[in-house]
Structures are given as structure tokens and as C-alpha cells.
């Protein structure tokens, strides 16, 4: 079955690297997302990756996939007070259906 | 190209009541889902529709159902409205019924009193 894990909080100062991690069970997972979520707001879509691959970077965020290990990363580079936010992993798996299974979220608080 | 759009934002309800949600998809878009996100239990998969069919459905009770039109709208209703089912409900559209990019919605924050 279908299950996705991250820890809670982080906690990181302004201009540090974050990393924020996740691991999911289903190996037939096909993509995997990273979803931001500020107050009050919706989900954006921040990046995914296939699963085919290892390692994806869109500007100051970098995707780490170890499918071995079952374990997705989401590092932010020069973090910013407006990186503040919960940030969600997501999959999805084949099924002719789109059906995504998310994460509990991993609420980042950046320091001034 | 504009995004998911989903009506109202803010909705107040009495228990016992019913309540429709309307999203409309990114044009072009032909799958439409639904998902409950509350402090509790995060967020939960309702189902998904895809060209007016009932694609999957999560593990929720009969009050929610769901149908999607031939313009690729879709809406949601929950009938016999609870206390519990008080929460942000968000829309998902992808192009396809394969492992797209699904894009979110603002959601619409429902809170039944």
C-alpha cells in the first residue's frame, strides 16, 4: 500500500541550505512530488521527479531520489523567510488514474 | 492559461445540511480530483474523474460524492453534513489520466457549525 512519511518541523537561519526528507513505501511509485502550501492557501506544485531518475535541480531546489532506499529529498539553497511553509511529498502510482498520496508535511520555519 | 479555479472559497454550514463545491479545471485538463485536507488526518484523496467517469474513490462515506461534466467541471457534494467534515477541500486537474502533473486549486475552507 500506499504510505508517505516526513518529519513535522524544521527549523533553519535565513540563507542556509534546508533539507527536507521523505520516505514512502509503494516502490511502483512513478512520479514524486514536492508541493508547497502557505497559510491560508492552497497546494503549488513546486517540482517532481520520475522515478527513472536520481536526481532533479530547478534553480535554488534540488531533488534527491534514492529508490532503493525509498527516500526523496527536497533541498532549498539559500533559504529565504519566504520559504516558510509547509512543504509536502507526494506519489503517485500506475493505475491508468491520478490519484496522489501525500505526506503528513514538513512545516519549515525560517529564522531571520 | 489560467489555473484551477474553485468556487466559493469560504463556505458556512449547519450540520445536517448539504453543501455543492464547484471546481473548474486548467483548460484542456480532463481529470479532475478531490481531496480533504484537515489538521488531523492531512490530506486525503476522494476521488477522481476523468471524462465525465468516476475514475477511483478514496475511503469516504456515501455523503461524499462527486461528478464531472462534459466542459471537464467537476463538483463535489456532501449531504447530511457533519461536525468532522469541516476542512479545506482542494481540486486537482492533470492533462491526462496517466501520472501527469497534477496542479491544486485554492480550495474551498468549508466549516459546518
Known amino acids: 500500500g500506499e504510505d508517505v512519511e516526513q518529519s513535522l518541523f524544521l527549523s533553519v537561519r535565513e540563507g542556509d541550505s534546508s533539507v527536507i526528507n521523505c520516505t514512502y513505501t509503494?516502490?511502483?511509485?512513478?512520479?514524486l512530488y514536492w508541493y508547497k502550501q502557505e497559510p491560508g492557501a492552497g497546494l503549488q506544485l513546486l517540482t517532481y521527479?520520475?522515478?527513472?531518475?536520481d536526481m532533479k535541480q530547478d534553480q535554488r531546489l534540488t531533488v534527491l531520489l534514492n529508490k532503493k532506499d525509498k527516500h526523496l529529498s527536497l533541498r532549498i539553497a539559500d533559504t529565504q523567510t519566504g520559504d516558510s511553509a509547509i512543504y509536502f511529498c507526494?506519489?503517485?502510482?500506475?493505475?491508468?488514474?491520478?490519484?496522489?498520496?501525500f505526506g503528513t508535511g514538513t512545516k519549515l520555519q525560517v529564522i531571520p | 492559461k489560467a489555473g484551477v479555479t474553485q468556487t466559493p472559497r469560504y463556505l458556512i454550514k449547519t450540520r445536517g445540511q448539504q453543501v455543492t463545491l464547484s471546481c473548474s479545471p486548467i483548460?484542456?485538463?480532463?481529470?479532475v480530483s478531490w481531496y480533504q485536507q484537515t489538521p488531523g488526518q492531512g490530506l486525503q484523496f476522494l476521488f477522481e474523474?476523468?471524462?465525465?467517469?468516476?475514475?477511483n474513490k478514496g475511503n469516504f462515506p456515501g455523503r461524499f460524492s462527486g461528478r464531472q461534466f462534459s466542459n471537464s467541471r467537476s463538483e463535489m457534494n456532501v449531504s447530511t453534513l457533519e461536525l468532522g467534515d469541516s476542512a479545506l477541500y482542494l481540486c486537482?486537474?492533470?492533462?491526462?489520466?496517466?501520472?501527469?502533473?497534477?496542479?491544486f486549486g485554492q480550495g474551498t475552507r468549508l466549516t459546518v457549525v
Open positions: 521527479i520520475f522515478s527513472n531518475m
Open positions: 509503494d516502490s511502483s511509485s512513478t512520479y
Open positions: 486537482a486537474s492533470s492533462s491526462t489520466t496517466g501520472n501527469t502533473e497534477a496542479f
Open positions: 483548460s484542456g485538463h480532463r481529470s
Open positions: 474523474y476523468f471524462s465525465e467517469t468516476q475514475r
Open positions: 507526494a506519489e503517485s502510482v500506475p493505475g491508468g488514474y491520478q490519484k496522489v498520496t
